[in-house]
């Protein structure tokens, strides 16, 4: 069986969700493969060290500046007719043949369409849908991704696999060096992530107001770690003491960062797999995160859950997180055998289980 890849999003200069998720699923998917003929698709020449060796494996770099996927690595697939083409990201080629597979990571913009570019919006809709439709296999990162196929766009469940992306432990400095670094005090919950409106950063500052407002002496401080994506309002932390706003942060610094916060806080209002939680469960921190979409699933007993849009009810799990040793250190013990569950390996096997299944 050929099997062919887009690798396209494991060369891009800044790492994400969906980069990594590609990146790490394939190079465990190449350690683990013992009987398909894979062959990855880039637009840009990959690092030599970018993936393990492997006679299994061939590498086609297809140059193009604009429409890549619809147009060259459409060009690609038709000369090369492989067996299965799997997509590790949301959109299929327009024009294709043969047995398509595509992992969806979720669909927030049908509940919150506001909080993306009008074109954007569109963009999506229109490609998930046309692979959701057109693939004979759909990866879900999550249950509630599975679901929401279903509900927005009709995808018959016999098609989808949830199939839980790995999170690595992130690698842990001084976190007194970087504390410094960043300008940290001793004592803050920390958000990590792009800084826009479907993150909640709105209600979550207003629920760390109340919080402060309630313990005048010896507060925690609010970090919020992350670019400033689309829509992102500096009104959200105006007039509120005790907030530091970092900028962009470097992968090597997160577990310092987690490591050293009193608490994760994450009401997000939709995720398809929430990478923040499980990397801050790798380095015993204690989460607060939301009731909705994926995180439930992801958090199990091993959070404290709220409700995103309950602006008292966050700032609550704030002050119990705060005051409450016992519930912190049980959250710690908790996410540490939660966090086991998500590895790349497990993914991978599942993910090439279902992948050999299509060609029966």
């Given amino acids: ?28 998917l ?20 970018h993936f393990p060796s492997s006679p299994h494996v061939q590498h086609k770099v297809i140059p193009f500046r604009r429409a890549w996927t619809h147009v060259r690595f459409s060009a690609a697939l038709w000369a090369d007719r492989p067996d299965v083409t799997w997509i590790p990201a949301h959109t299929l080629p327009f024009v294709m043949l043969g047995t398509a597979a595509v992992t969806v990571h979720d669909l927030g913009y049908r509940y919150f ?26 990866l879900a990162d999550s249950r509630a991704t599975a679901d929401d196929l279903h509900t927005f766009y009709g995808t018959a469940a016999r098609k989808i696999a949830v199939i839980y992306p790995g999170v690595d432990a992130p690698f842990i400095g001084d976190t007194e060096v970087i504390r410094q670094k960043y300008g940290l ?11 826009q409106p479907r993150k909640n950063i709105a209600r979550l500052v207003h629920a760390y107001a109340r919080y402060r407002a309630a313990k005048p002496h ?18 959200w932390i105006d007039g509120v003491d005790g907030i530091h706003v970092t900028g962009f942060v470097e992968d090597a610094d997160k577990g310092a960062l987690y490591a050293g916060a009193l608490a994760l806080v994450f009401p997000s209002l939709y995720e398809g797999f929430g990478f923040p939680v499980l990397e801050a469960m790798h380095c015993h921190t204690p989460v607060l995160c939301s009731r909705t979409s994926s995180l439930p699933e992801l958090a199990g007993d091993a959070a404290l859950l709220v409700d995103p849009l309950n602006i008292d009810e966050i700032a609550e799990g704030m002050a119990r997180l705060d005051a409450d040793s016992r519930l912190r250190e049980a959250l710690r013990r908790k996410g540490a055998e939660q966090v086991k569950a998500f590895t790349w390996e497990r993914a991978a096997a599942q993910a090439l289980t279902a992948f050999e299944a299509l060609e029966s």
């Fill in 1 to 28: 069986m050929r099997l062919a890849i887009d690798a396209s999003r494991t060369t891009v200069a800044r790492i994400t969700g969906t980069e990594r998720y590609a990146l790490e699923m394939i190079r465990v």
């Fill in 30 to 49: 190449i350690r683990l493969n013992t009987r398909l003929d894979i062959t990855l698709y880039f637009r840009d020449a990959p690092p030599p060290e």
């Fill in 113 to 138: 369409p506001q909080t993306h570019p009008t074109n954007q919006r569109r963009y999506l809709d229109w490609t998930t849908r046309h692979s959701a439709r057109r693939a004979q296999l759909v």
């Fill in 185 to 195: 005090p001793q004592r803050y919950f920390i958000f990590i992530g792009t800084l």
């Fill in 218 to 235: 010896n507060p925690a401080a609010l970090v919020l770690a992350g670019a400033q994506g689309w829509l992102y309002d500096p009104s």
